[in-house]
């Protein structure tokens, strides 16, 4: 007998293995079998992109745990479809669950560079590295259509204004020939997202962002273009992929890595629930020690939002997975990446402006 779509089940090409509930919806429903289902459960789920107006394009954060203090999202939802990402929670806020919703039900935002130039152009705005894109990834595969993202660079260049990207997809070497050119100003840095070397794992961790070996080459493309590129080792799931840590740093060194960061596992909100039910599903055997060890890593809980903890957790085991990046990092001699230039920036002309 078929089960309903929303009941658990892993799906080829896909992250979550269900939708829970928009928590802000007020009304719950729950699936039950009473014998006379008969609709069958795609194995395949279509990925869907609605349009939204962009009123505004930059987000602001006061965090103290972040490298910068405003970003840009050309979209909402991703089709990376990582089981583990952060920013699932977020896709309540369109009446739309952070389950399967947010990698199949995607939203582009359309008019958004157009209100990035409006917003440039203010006389206050005063001139500080945007990351792009932070919620979501600019170069998962929408964009190879959409092409948002490289309007965007393209408005930034323009404009002399530095921008910091975090990514997992292939598709950043589109845009080579706008990075080299912000580069060549001190304009952009990259950081290419690395989860394991495994791809039997990234196939079920990360279903749809580029193969282990792709991203490294991206890296190797990228810095011999010139352009700073670091590598992110993000997340590390304890009992899952630490032990790759210090393989993985290596491989981005070798690859052309200028420096690295890392973050621990976050499972805020719905994401806890998924991530144990993916676990369940690809690796029974580990769940328990897998869920164990986050939650020592979180003072007993599933996730624990405090600045200063979120990123890097607590604990003896949390303390040991630092330890270890700190001296590989070092070992490896990572030269770091270079400043950026935030002096050169020159507003957009608004409408009506004639010269320089």
């Known amino acids: 007998m078929a089960r309903p779509r929303d009941q658990a089940l892993a799906r080829k090409g896909r992250g979550a293995t269900f939708d829970p509930p928009n928590r802000f919806a007020p009304t719950r429903r729950a699936s039950v079998d009473d014998g006379w289902w008969q609709e069958a459960v795609p194995e395949r789920l279509a990925t869907e992109v609605a349009e939204e107006r962009a009123r505004s394009a930059l987000a602001w954060n006061r965090s103290p745990d972040l490298p910068f203090d405003r970003s840009l999202n050309p979209y909402r939802g991703c089709e990376h479809g990582c089981i583990y990402c952060y920013a699932r929670p977020s896709h309540a806020y369109w009446d739309l669950s952070p389950g399967l919703d947010f990698e199949t039900r995607l939203i582009a935002r359309h008019g958004l560079v157009e209100r990035l130039e409006e917003e440039l152009a203010q006389p206050r705005y005063a001139c500080r590295p945007i990351n792009l894109a932070g919620n979501t990834d600019a170069y998962q595969p929408l964009e190879a259509e959409r092409g948002t993202t490289r309007r965007v660079l393209a408005l930034l260049l323009d404009c002399r204004h530095p921008v910091t990207l975090v990514t997992k997809g292939a598709l950043v070497l589109r845009d ?14 990259v950081m290419v997202s690395l989860t394991s070397l495994d791809a039997t794992l990234k196939r079920v961790l990360e279903p749809r962002a580029a193969a282990p070996g792709t991203r490294l080459r991206v890296i190797e493309r990228l810095s011999e273009a010139g352009v700073p590129t670091g590598s992110l080792i993000s997340p590390v799931i304890p009992g899952l992929t630490d032990h790759e840590l210090e393989r993985l740093l290596s491989a981005s060194r070798e690859a052309g890595a200028r420096d690295a960061g890392w973050m621990l596992l976050r499972l805020p909100r719905e994401v806890a629930p998924l991530f144990e039910d993916w676990l369940r599903h690809h690796y029974p055997e580990r769940a328990a020690r897998v869920m164990s060890l986050i939650r020592q890593c979180r003072g007993g809980r599933d996730h624990d939002a405090r600045f200063g903890h ?7 085991f949390a303390e040991l997975l630092d330890q270890r990046f700190r001296q590989a990092h070092r070992r490896l001699a990572f030269p770091g990446l270079p400043p950026l230039d935030t002096e050169g920036f020159r507003p957009p002309r608004r409408q009506g402006e004639l010269f320089d």
């Open 310 to 316: 979120r990123m890097r957790g607590q604990g003896v």
């Open 176 to 189: 080579l020939d706008l990075l080299e050119a912000l580069a060549e100003r001190r304009l952009v840095r």
